[in-house]
């Protein structure tokens, strides 16, 4: 046993840290937040300077052929700068589908995804709202003509590419398409969380047969590894905001006077800081434990990680909900950066399946019929 | 990032299998009652047969008769007896009490008592808690005071757990008359055959006996039965705290995961198709997996010697309310069955989730309450200033 990050992992968080302490302020989150087209170009590209897209792509295809640790480790700081960005989507559970299928498709997106000159976006979800493949509706094939709707797609505005998963004849299909195709329309959904998440419409849309990914009925279980570990980033995200919650409510706590002393002098508010402490702890390392077990390629590692997402979400909202109450009024103005860290929360609760998905691989998993 | 068992790990936890299933724990006679907290009941047998087999002392250096045996095969024993239920009631205090002594027990406590604890022939109660002195222990009155060659103890100790069927008790008293709150204490170890010891049982909730209170009247304890110098004990006490609550509560994840299995069974062949209690099994699951996660850091952190206070009390926290969830909820599942006791007719699983749901609610008291921790982890690990004390 030994807990501890390898030493490019430390160097990846702390030169991670002090980047997005100066370039991703709250500021700039809320400016982003408040913007209906909210993207912020100028760091995705820094970042992807800095090699993070990459992470996970191979070092022959332009990446820096990181272990998944090392991109969780980045994740925990992503989600502790509340920093808004399609990283989880393209740069963790695409580019983990594309890599998986391998081949000419790998080689040619690989290394434009490394330099962040391409983003995919997820098109996954239909109007059951479930990340399930009972749940997908929209016909698939290709070659063919595609008709539907995908719903929660995440900064379609600036993806490049989409990865859409759809019911083939076969079972659930998995397609690359360019955005540009013709025939694909984005709506935008206004979200509480800030987010930019739209309705993509497909119109008598044309697939070809270079276009799936993976073979035809082959689609959940291709996407499933990227799905895992893109739960597991969601996880390690609701980490990094949760400790950031903590530490602001901490902070506050020891300053802010009322009756003659700082209000962490007083039990009522000790306590409901020691349960933050709590609720962090445990699950950034239940998150990590998971972690562990889908690297090392252990037989439980499917349910460790539907756990750890199930309990991270939980224990994170838990933690932003508290903290408003911590916070007091001031927490609940715009202004304050409270409010971007639980809506951050809320959102990655949802994406990568939510708590019932998770919950019910792991009632599977402890013998429950 | 390693949650790994290496090689030899993985062969000694198949070693203490290999033991479980060729000495079956019910086998093993109980003199005292299962408290509830992983650890199953007092059985002098089984904490014998623990000796017979060296590990109740393999993490002790070579020179005190151990195998100085990384921490890691204490919590590998410690999960495989939790998870099959054996009766390991004492282990945890040997395993506080022959740590204190190996780090500041005199020559002759290190002499006559280690031997007997690796054979199992000794077990332990905790004299801290007094009547008028709970969460606010330094409010202790129990005193010695030296006589020639011999301490004379005078005091009233209660909430002892076991104390009427252990061997020895460390006992928190003033040893400096002159002294106030933390100076002036010190740890002194009692044998419970001294005369002047009258050590009464207390039953609780459930019927049983667990807890013991202690009358000290004039006993005389050997001058050098103490824990390092006299007036050292507060400062061992809080040093030792961590690790105290640490080996208190460890099993606790791998016994609420036995239980959750049992209720699971339960599910599957009473409750078939109910998804509510589905869906509440399976958080269940989630919230134990977490417990233990936090266990293990915190295991990590005293491992190397790095500070993990607040680690610990946040485990015991979650340990214990943790445990009144899925107990309460093993009595909802139940529904009218899950009142019923063991030998009953009627009952369900033995009735042990009505037993186990009685004791859970001793646990955010026992070993400093909930409120303690939190304030603990709120003070000592997040840096919050503390409350004010109120004047005497």
Request: hydrophobic letters at 45%.
């Amino acid at each position: 046993m030994d807990l501890l990050f390898s030493p490019s992992q430390q160097l990846l968080q702390q030169s991670a840290r002090a980047f997005l302490q100066q370039r991703c302020p709250p500021e700039r989150v809320q400016a982003l937040a408040l913007d209906p087209r909210g993207f912020a170009a100028d760091l995705w590209k820094e970042i992807a300077a800095l090699g993070w897209p990459g992470l996970l792509i191979p070092v022959e295809l332009g990446g820096s052929g990181g272990s998944v640790g090392d991109a969780l480790a980045l994740v925990e700081e992503l989600g502790r700068a509340c920093f808004p960005s399609p990283f989880i989507a393209s740069a963790v559970v695409a580019t983990t589908a594309v890599s998986a299928v391998g081949g000419r498709r790998a080689q040619a997106l690989l290394p434009a995804l490394a330099l962040g000159e391409r983003i995919c976006a997820l098109a996954m979800l239909e109007e059951s709202g479930r990340l399930d493949p009972d749940a997908l509706a929209m016909p698939v094939a290709a070659p063919g003509r595609l008709t539907g709707r995908k719903l929660f797609v995440s900064d379609a505005h600036v993806a490049t590419d989409v990865l859409v998963l759809g019911r083939g004849a076969a079972g659930p299909t998995a397609l690359l398409l360019p955005m540009g195709r013709d025939g694909i329309t984005a709506r935008p959904l206004d979200s509480m969380t800030g987010d930019k998440i739209f309705e993509l419409d497909f119109a008598d849309v044309q697939a070809r047969p270079d276009d799936l990914l993976g073979a035809p009925g082959d689609g959940w279980a291709l996407l499933g590894p990227a799905f895992r570990l893109g739960a597991l980033a969601r996880s390690a995200e609701m980490v990094g905001a949760a400790q950031r919650v903590l530490e602001l409510c901490v902070e506050h706590a020891r300053v802010r006077v009322q009756g003659g002393r700082p209000i962490g002098g007083y039990q009522a508010i000790q306590h409901a800081c020691a349960d933050l402490f709590r609720d962090v702890e445990s699950a950034r390392w239940l998150m990590w434990e998971a972690a562990w077990q889908l690297e090392a390629g252990r037989p439980d590692a499917d349910a460790a990680v539907a756990t750890a997402k199930a309990y991270c979400a939980e224990a994170a909202l838990r933690v932003a909900r508290r903290g408003h109450q911590i916070m007091g009024a001031i927490g609940y103005s715009e202004e304050h950066p409270l409010h971007l860290f639980h809506k951050r929360i809320l959102a990655a609760s949802l994406d990568m399946g939510d708590a019932t998905l998770h919950l019910d691989t792991v009632a599977r998993a402890i013998g429950l019929s | 990032m390693d949650f790994g068992l290496s090689g030899p790990e993985q062969a000694f936890a198949d070693e203490v299998r290999a033991f479980l299933r060729a000495h079956p724990p019910e086998t093993f006679p109980e003199d005292g009652t299962d408290a509830g907290y992983g650890s199953g009941g007092h059985s002098r047998a089984f904490t014998r047969a623990l000796g017979g087999r060296g590990w109740l002392s393999m993490g002790w250096p070579r020179e005190h008769g151990g195998q100085a045996r990384p921490m890691t095969y204490l919590l590998i024993l410690l999960e495989e007896l939790a998870a099959a239920g054996a009766p390991f009631g004492p282990l945890s205090g040997c395993l506080q009490v022959s740590d204190s002594i190996i780090r500041n027990g005199s020559e002759t406590l290190q002499r006559e008592i280690l031997p007997r604890v690796a054979r199992g022939d000794a077990t332990f109660w905790q004299g801290y808690s007094e009547p008028d002195a709970g969460s606010d222990l330094l409010a202790l009155t129990t005193r010695a005071r030296l006589d020639g060659d011999h301490w004379v103890l005078d005091g009233h100790k209660i909430w002892s757990s076991h104390a009427g069927i252990a061997t020895y008790g460390t006992v928190l008293a003033r040893t400096d008359p002159a002294s106030t709150r933390h100076r002036g204490l010190t740890m002194l170890m009692v044998d419970n055959r001294l005369p002047g010891m009258d050590v009464r049982p207390i039953r609780s909730l459930t019927g049983q006996v667990y807890h013991y209170e202690i009358f000290m009247d004039g006993v005389r304890v050997p001058r050098d039965w103490i824990m390092g110098k006299p007036g050292e004990g507060f400062g061992q006490l809080l040093k030792g705290l961590d690790t105290d609550r640490f080996w208190g509560r460890f099993y606790k994840a791998p016994f609420l995961r036995r239980i959750l299995g049992l209720l699971v069974e339960y599910a599957n062949t009473v409750r078939s198709g109910d998804g509510g209690a589905r869906r509440q099994l399976a958080h269940a699951a989630t919230e134990i997996a977490a417990l233990r996660a936090l266990f293990y850091r915190a295991a990590w952190l005293i491992e190397r010697g790095l500070p993990a206070t607040g680690e610990v009390a946040a485990a015991k926290v979650m340990a214990d309310e943790l445990g009144q969830r899925v107990l309460s909820l093993g009595m909802e599942l139940l529904g009218p069955y899950g009142a019923l006791r063991a030998g009953s007719p009627w009952a369900r699983l033995r009735g042990e989730i009505e037993h186990q749901y009685q004791t859970s609610w001793g646990h955010t008291l026992a070993g400093g309450t909930s409120e303690i921790q939190r304030t603990t982890i709120a003070v000592r690990a997040l840096g919050l200033p503390a409350e004010p004390r109120a004047r005497a």
